[in-house]
Structures are given as C-alpha cells and as structure tokens.
C-alpha cells in the first residue's frame, strides 16, 4: 500500500531555476513531514521538515508549502544549482508510529 | 560530532547464506531504525529499537531481526538470504527530544548471489 506518492520520477532543471517535486499522502494520522536529499553512495539527510500547523517553511533556497485539506506538499528549490543534482524523498510519519514513509523518490538535474 | 557508522560497507552473500549488520549511532542517541532501500521498493522501514527493546516493526519476514545493545550500538541479521534481500540497508538514530530528524549513516550494500 503506497501511502506516499511523489512526483516526478526524475526533473531536469537550468541552472538558476526552480525545482518543483509533489507528494501526496493518504494518512490524516501523519504529523510530520520531512524531505530528505540522497547523493550517490551517501545515506539520505535531512534538508527541511514541516508540521501540519503551518502551511509554508522557508529554510535559505528550499522551501516546503503544504496544504491539508488536499494532503499535498512540495518542496520548492529556488536558484537551482548543480550541486543540487541528487535524489530528493519525501516522507511522512506520525508520532505514534515512529516510523518514516517515503516517497518513491526524484531525481534531481541541474545543467549547468 | 561523529555521525551514524555502519559496517561493513560492503558485503557480497549467497543465497542462503546469513549476515549481521552494524550499526553505531550518534553520541547520546538511543532510537535506532533501519530502513532497506532498493531501486524497486525504494526506503523500507525494518525496525526501531530504543533502549533495547523494539518499539515497532515494518513488514517485513521473521528472517529479518535486529537487537539493540546497552550502549545503543545496534545489529540486524537476515537469516537465509535470498535474491531479493540485496539492497542497501540503512541505520538511523534519532535523538532524545523526539524532533522527528532522523541520522542516516552511509550504509551497508548486500549483494546476494
């Protein structure tokens, strides 16, 4: 059962553009949600995390809006730079479950 | 601050086959995960253990098991390894304010052949 669906599989951006990922999530119960980066070889680390109490969170170039009623959030990369290109997961978890659920993941490119 | 240390890093099996897995969290955490990760299923979560004792379980098969030691260090086996268990598993800790944030260490690619 995927309770988390992020989109798109893969993104290819300009430099110095914006990069948009989605997720949906099916769980009213989660309470927590966090986007994680991956590059190759390393485990994934925490990039920006929100809570279901605020609708937008802004941390430098990265950016989480979040709507509740429609169990959506994005993450919103400004200024896209190379060093960006990596794979971004989505997730979700909810304080009694202690577990994170991850989106199926994207691949981020930024061309120079 | 050191971070999340896994070992090996690399490990080749055959099917049948048993492994152990090891995992050392950061300084002061005590909430240890583990999560498979492979192009297919992409992050699983296995396990959570804190303070030796597991706290909840994904779904995954009794071959899959895991331990947590008095000093928070903590293992996972996988007891007759098949094809399908080669995957990156991955160690995390959390630490005692309950923040959500979750550690990744590097983790442990198996490869069973």
């Known amino acids: 059962q995927q309770q988390v669906k992020q989109s798109p599989q893969s993104l290819i951006v300009q430099k110095g553009g914006i990069s948009i990922i989605n997720c949906a999530y099916e769980n009213t119960a989660f309470d927590y949600f966090p986007w994680y980066q991956q590059f190759p070889g390393k485990g994934p680390a925490l990039l920006i995390a929100i809570r279901p109490d605020v609708s937008e969170k802004k941390e430098g170039r990265f950016t989480i809006s979040f709507n509740k009623s429609a169990k959506q959030f994005s993450l919103h990369i400004m200024d896209s730079q190379p060093g960006d290109s990596a794979t971004y997961f989505c997730a979700t978890r909810s304080g009694s479950a202690r577990q994170l659920t991850f989106g199926s993941g994207t691949q981020l490119t930024v061309l120079p | 601050k050191a971070g999340v240390t896994q070992t090996p890093r690399y490990l080749i099996k055959t099917r049948g086959q048993q492994v152990t897995l090891s995992c050392s969290p950061i300084s002061g955490h005590r909430s240890v995960s583990w999560y498979q990760q492979t192009p297919g299923q992409g992050l699983q979560f296995l396990f959570e253990?804190?303070?030796?004792?597991?706290?909840n379980k994904g779904n995954f098969p009794g071959r899959f098991s895991g331990r947590q030691f008095s000093n928070s260090r903590s293992e996972m086996n996988v007891s007759t390894l098949e094809l399908g268990d080669s995957a990156l598993y991955l160690c995390?800790?959390?630490?005692?304010?309950?923040?959500?944030?979750?550690?990744f260490g590097e983790g442990s690619r198996l490869t069973v052949l």
């Open positions: 253990y804190f303070s030796e004792t597991q706290r």
């Open positions: 995390a800790s959390e630490g005692l304010a309950n923040t959500g944030e979750l550690f």
